[in-house]
Protein backbone atom coordinates (compact mmCIF):
# COMPACT_ATOMS: atom_id res chain seq x y z
CA UNK A 1 0.00 0.00 0.00
CA UNK A 2 1.26 3.61 -1.00
CA UNK A 3 1.45 6.82 1.14
CA UNK A 4 -0.14 9.24 -0.44
CA UNK A 5 1.46 12.88 0.07
CA UNK A 6 0.02 16.02 -1.35
CA UNK A 7 2.55 18.80 -3.20
CA UNK A 8 1.83 21.18 0.24
CA UNK A 9 3.49 18.35 2.28
CA UNK A 10 6.12 18.02 -0.02
CA UNK A 11 7.07 21.61 0.22
CA UNK A 12 6.66 22.37 3.52
CA UNK A 13 9.25 18.92 4.51
CA UNK A 14 11.40 20.91 1.59
CA UNK A 15 11.25 24.32 3.68
CA UNK A 16 11.38 23.24 7.05
CA UNK A 17 14.73 21.30 5.96
CA UNK A 18 16.20 24.00 4.73
CA UNK A 19 14.88 26.15 8.13
CA UNK A 20 16.92 23.72 9.90
CA UNK A 21 20.09 23.63 7.64
CA UNK A 22 20.12 27.52 8.37
CA UNK A 23 19.31 27.57 11.52
CA UNK A 24 22.46 25.66 12.28
CA UNK A 25 24.61 28.19 11.44
CA UNK A 26 23.25 30.65 13.98
CA UNK A 27 24.07 30.52 17.55
CA UNK A 28 22.32 31.43 20.91
CA UNK A 29 25.35 33.07 21.75
CA UNK A 30 24.68 36.08 19.06
CA UNK A 31 21.17 36.25 19.67
CA UNK A 32 21.53 37.31 23.34
CA UNK A 33 23.84 39.57 22.42
CA UNK A 34 21.93 41.66 19.69
CA UNK A 35 18.85 41.90 22.33
CA UNK A 36 21.40 43.27 25.03
CA UNK A 37 22.96 46.04 22.36
CA UNK A 38 19.66 46.93 20.90
CA UNK A 39 17.25 46.81 23.89
CA UNK A 40 19.65 46.55 26.70
CA UNK A 41 20.55 50.21 26.60
CA UNK A 42 17.51 52.40 26.57
CA UNK A 43 15.88 52.43 30.12
CA UNK A 44 12.53 51.35 28.94
CA UNK A 45 13.90 48.23 27.10
CA UNK A 46 16.47 47.03 29.93
CA UNK A 47 13.55 47.30 32.60
CA UNK A 48 11.64 44.81 29.91
CA UNK A 49 14.36 42.88 29.14
CA UNK A 50 14.87 41.25 33.26
CA UNK A 51 11.67 39.34 32.12
CA UNK A 52 12.76 36.29 30.00
CA UNK A 53 9.35 35.80 28.66
CA UNK A 54 9.68 38.91 26.63
CA UNK A 55 14.03 37.98 26.30
CA UNK A 56 12.35 34.93 24.36
CA UNK A 57 10.25 36.74 22.53
CA UNK A 58 12.66 38.59 21.08
CA UNK A 59 14.83 35.82 20.05
CA UNK A 60 11.56 34.27 18.52
CA UNK A 61 11.25 37.46 16.21
CA UNK A 62 14.26 37.45 15.47
CA UNK A 63 14.73 33.56 14.21
CA UNK A 64 11.27 34.42 12.08
CA UNK A 65 13.65 37.92 10.51
CA UNK A 66 16.28 35.62 9.90
CA UNK A 67 14.37 32.85 8.12
CA UNK A 68 12.58 35.31 5.97
CA UNK A 69 15.84 36.55 4.91
CA UNK A 70 17.15 33.13 4.30
CA UNK A 71 14.31 32.21 2.15
CA UNK A 72 14.05 35.42 0.01
CA UNK A 73 18.11 35.09 -0.90
CA UNK A 74 17.52 33.08 -3.58
CA UNK A 75 16.38 36.55 -5.77
CA UNK A 76 19.65 38.22 -4.58
CA UNK A 77 21.40 34.69 -6.28
CA UNK A 78 19.93 35.19 -9.30
CA UNK A 79 20.98 38.99 -9.39
CA UNK A 80 18.34 41.19 -7.92
CA UNK A 81 20.21 43.35 -5.15
CA UNK A 82 19.32 43.92 -1.40
CA UNK A 83 16.94 46.84 -1.71
CA UNK A 84 14.52 45.35 -4.47
CA UNK A 85 14.57 41.92 -2.49
CA UNK A 86 13.51 43.79 0.42
CA UNK A 87 10.35 45.25 -1.58
CA UNK A 88 9.26 41.88 -2.13
CA UNK A 89 8.78 41.04 1.44
CA UNK A 90 7.76 44.47 2.59
CA UNK A 91 4.63 43.49 4.98
CA UNK A 92 6.18 40.31 6.61
CA UNK A 93 9.09 42.25 7.34
CA UNK A 94 6.71 45.38 8.74
CA UNK A 95 4.10 42.22 10.65
CA UNK A 96 7.38 41.48 12.54
CA UNK A 97 8.48 45.18 13.66
CA UNK A 98 4.89 45.54 14.45
CA UNK A 99 4.54 42.55 16.26
CA UNK A 100 7.64 42.96 17.90
CA UNK A 101 6.53 46.66 18.76
CA UNK A 102 3.41 45.98 20.30
CA UNK A 103 4.78 43.29 22.35
CA UNK A 104 7.30 45.85 23.86
CA UNK A 105 4.57 48.19 24.59
CA UNK A 106 1.88 45.46 25.65
CA UNK A 107 4.17 43.98 28.76
CA UNK A 108 5.73 47.56 29.38
CA UNK A 109 5.50 49.52 32.46
CA UNK A 110 3.95 52.39 30.78
CA UNK A 111 6.62 54.54 30.31
CA UNK A 112 6.75 53.88 26.66
CA UNK A 113 4.10 57.02 25.50
CA UNK A 114 7.37 59.50 24.89
CA UNK A 115 10.00 57.11 24.03
CA UNK A 116 7.70 54.81 21.88
CA UNK A 117 9.19 56.00 18.73
CA UNK A 118 12.80 55.44 19.10
CA UNK A 119 11.43 52.02 20.48
CA UNK A 120 9.76 51.45 17.28
CA UNK A 121 13.12 52.83 15.13
CA UNK A 122 14.81 50.17 17.66
CA UNK A 123 12.34 47.55 17.00
CA UNK A 124 12.92 48.16 12.56
CA UNK A 125 16.34 48.18 13.26
CA UNK A 126 16.49 44.88 15.17
CA UNK A 127 14.45 43.07 12.61
CA UNK A 128 16.47 44.61 9.62
CA UNK A 129 20.12 43.23 10.90
CA UNK A 130 18.82 39.86 11.43
CA UNK A 131 17.02 40.07 7.75
CA UNK A 132 20.11 41.06 6.54
CA UNK A 133 21.95 38.59 8.33
CA UNK A 134 19.58 35.79 7.23
CA UNK A 135 19.81 37.34 3.45
CA UNK A 136 23.47 36.94 3.16
CA UNK A 137 23.98 33.44 4.65
CA UNK A 138 21.19 32.09 2.39
CA UNK A 139 22.90 33.81 -0.49
CA UNK A 140 26.04 32.27 0.40
CA UNK A 141 24.42 28.81 0.83
CA UNK A 142 23.16 29.41 -2.56
CA UNK A 143 26.28 29.98 -4.02
CA UNK A 144 27.82 26.86 -2.20
CA UNK A 145 24.41 25.26 -4.06
CA UNK A 146 23.96 24.16 -0.30
CA UNK A 147 20.21 24.83 -0.74
Known amino acids: MNVITTFKDKQREKQIKYERSVLKELSINKLKER ?3 YFGSTRIAS ?3 MNTGIEEACYDVALEAFLLGAKFSKFGY ?3 NMEDVKKRCHF ?3 HL ?3 LYNFLLYWGNGEEGTLSESLFYMCEQYIHIWW ?3 FEKGERRHKLRLH
Open 47 to 49: SLI
Open 132 to 134: REG
Open 92 to 94: EEK
Open 97 to 99: IDT
Open 78 to 80: YGE
Open 35 to 37: VKH
